[in-house]
């Protein structure tokens, strides 16, 4: 299968500071990159959806200006978390898609907010 | 609103007897339905979809839109099926649509 890699695999910042995250598709263009943030012992929630080239669509509840995505290309896409605080210590995956075809995910970001 | 409903988080299945992982849905149109399995330490990967209709490492899922479920099933359970399992629905047939995931149940194999 394809190949979607996530950078760091962990990261541990101090409260305050921005963090960004990194999502890439290494084998295949993706149209689509979505985001998801899982708490631990949870289920996976979606954050956003973002298309190249265009802004990211983001679900009910998540604060778009404190989570930052930008889909550049067709095969990167980051996330940033401004003014991160411990609230926002959680696993983050990202998950990349072409049109009609399945998604396939990273390995996930564990960000710790000290 | 789209929802997956996994009612069992831990499921312990002796080696060789039959595992039935059950996942409900609701969904207002005709959705696409899959299971996504992770090993330990590994990342989430997909493991059989019901559009496909196929057997992926001995595991079935059918979809029946009148009990709107997608159970997993597998007849003869083996130490490496142990694993976290998520059931997901996405609201088309185009691929690349949102999935809305399950809170997952925890497969484990007793010896």
């Known amino acids: 299968g394809a190949v979607v890699s996530q950078h760091p695999s962990w990261v541990i910042c101090k409260s305050g500071t921005s963090v960004k995250i990194e999502c890439r598709s290494l084998?295949?263009?993706?149209?689509?990159m979505f985001w998801y943030r899982q708490f631990p012992k949870q289920s996976l929630m979606l954050m956003a959806t973002?298309?190249?080239?265009?802004?990211?669509?983001?679900e009910q509840g998540v604060e778009k200006d404190k989570f930052l995505i930008n889909h550049a290309s067709l095969t990167l896409s980051t996330l940033t978390v401004t003014s991160a605080h411990p609230e926002d210590s959680s696993f983050y995956i990202c998950?990349?898609?072409?049109?009609?075809?399945?998604?396939?995910f990273g390995q996930g970001t564990r960000l710790t907010v000290v | 609103a789209q929802r997956v409903t996994q009612p069992e988080k831990l499921l312990s299945v002796f080696k060789g007897a039959p595992v039935e992982l059950k996942c409900n849905y609701s969904?207002?149109?005709?959705?696409?339905l899959f299971w996504y399995v992770q090993y330990s330490r590994q990342r989430l990967q997909l493991l059989l979809r019901?559009?496909s209709r196929e057997s992926i490492k001995g595991f079935t899922a059918d979809l029946n839109k009148g009990e709107t479920s997608f159970h997993l099933k597998k007849p003869f359970a083996q130490e490496e099926d142990s694993a976290m399992y998520y059931c997901?629905?996405?609201?088309?047939?185009?691929?690349?649509?949102?999935?809305?995931f399950g809170t997952g149940t925890r497969l484990t194999i007793i010896p």
């Open positions: 969904y207002s149109g005709s959705p696409e």
């Open positions: 019901h559009i």
């Open positions: 973002s298309n190249e080239g265009s802004k990211a669509t983001y």
């Open positions: 084998d295949f263009q993706a149209t689509t």
């Open positions: 998950s990349a898609a072409r049109v009609y075809t399945e998604a396939f």
């Open positions: 997901a629905l996405s609201g088309g047939r185009i691929g690349n649509e949102k999935l809305t």
